[in-house]
């Protein structure tokens, strides 16, 4: 499932492929790759059909979710989930993405789009099976 999961998203240079297979293991091997995608399952689902953007938000965990994809952007993307995790949960619990103000919601939505697009290259999480 890993490696359907790197083919799908795109990878055709073996390096690349053998890197990323050999980094989701790695984080399976650690227990640390379901409660990923679990998370990453949610930002996808709830963002399907929204456009990534960089709109204004004001809630302090809009902020801190931003704030630290800005932070571990450029790191190897495993690691970056990893590190983002915590974060998303976090905005899950504390803000209503699907607010009633289009502007809100807009930009809510907006930043979970930017994080399952730059995830979505390095992988399709939704062809990963919990292994729990």
């Known amino acids: ?8 998203a795109g ?51 809009g902020i801190a979710l931003r ?3 800005i932070e571990v952007h450029d790191l190897e993307r495993s690691k970056a989930l990893a590190l983002l995790k915590p974060a998303v949960d976090r905005f899950f619990d ?9 502007d809100v919601r807009a930009a809510r939505l907006g930043l979970l789009a930017s994080l399952r697009d730059h995830f979505s290259s390095f992988a399709d999480f939704s062809r990963i099976r919990d292994k729990r």
């Open 1 to 8: 499932d890993v490696v359907d999961a790197v083919v799908a």
């Open 11 to 61: 990878a055709d240079v073996p390096s690349q492929v053998t890197a990323r297979i050999n980094a989701l293991a790695q984080l399976r091997r650690d227990d640390a790759l379901e409660p990923i995608l679990t998370t990453f399952k949610r930002v996808s689902n709830i963002s399907k059909g929204a456009a990534a953007a960089d709109l204004p938000l004001t809630e302090p965990a």
């Open 67 to 69: 704030d630290k994809f």
């Open 94 to 102: 504390d803000v209503l993405v699907m607010a009633e103000e289009d």
